[in-house]
């Protein structure tokens, strides 16, 4: 089966930069994504990984290691708005989009 | 807006009843996802749907079915409830069925299912 470890939380001020690692172990990797989800609503597609390296779109940047079963996202210029939880997940064989437990980030003026 | 739409957004129901929540996919998508997420959890992979046909199955329980319609709208059955089924159940969709790049899944608002 699949499984993926990131931190329950982080907290950090506005302004700063905050790095959410995210390992996995599956069969059949075929990409790395992350989400981004405000409490109560809908989980938000914010990037994917296949390949090796880092993925910019904006403030926020994906990294992947395939070697070490690895990756960030690196939020950066936090806002408030940056306020929610985070989850990266794996698509691995049989089809299955499998997520991990989440990393709330809390940010502070 | 994701333009994926779920019905109904809340539903509050008793032990042992059956409860049908559902999903129209936005327009163009042919998969359809169903994702459990509880009180303080992840998301949980029950199911997935491409163009009617049954694509991957997930930590779904027997008493939980789905199935995709022609028009390609989803519908999910959750039956003989228990108080652990209360959890907020998205329903995603995508172009295609394969996960990946250029086949970025989009989820509804979810349906909030609280069993009394």
């Known amino acids: ?109 | 807006d994701s333009g994926v739409t779920q019905t109904p957004k809340h539903l509050i129901t008793a032990t042992g009843q059956r409860v049908t929540l559902r999903c129209s996919p936005r327009s163009g998508d042919l998969s359809v996802y169903w994702y459990q997420q509880s009180l303080d959890q992840g998301l949980q992979f029950l199911i997935q749907y491409y163009n009617g046909e049954e694509r991957a199955k997930g930590n779904i329980l027997e008493r939980f079915s789905a199935q995709q319609f022609p028009d390609l709208h989803s519908e999910l059955n959750l039956s003989s409830l228990e108080l652990g089924d209360s959890a907020l159940y998205f329903c995603a969709s995508s172009l295609r069925g394969a996960q990946g790049r250029g086949n970025t899944i989009y989820f509804g608002e979810g349906s909030w299912l609280t069993v009394v």
């Open chain 1, 1 to 109: 089966g699949q499984s993926l470890e990131q931190p329950s939380e982080v907290t950090a001020v506005e302004g700063a930069i905050v790095q959410i690692n995210c390992t996995y172990q599956t069969s059949g990797f075929y990409g790395l994504s992350w989400y981004q989800q405000h409490d109560g609503g809908a989980p938000t597609f914010l990037s994917y990984n296949a390949l090796d390296g880092l993925e910019e779109t904006g403030r926020f940047s994906s990294f992947l290691s395939r070697s070490d079963s690895y990756g960030y996202l690196l939020l950066q210029e936090l806002q408030m708005k940056d306020s929610a939880s985070y989850f990266c997940a794996v698509k691995a064989a049989g089809n299955k989009l499998t997520f991990g437990g989440g990393t709330r980030v809390l940010v502070k003026p």
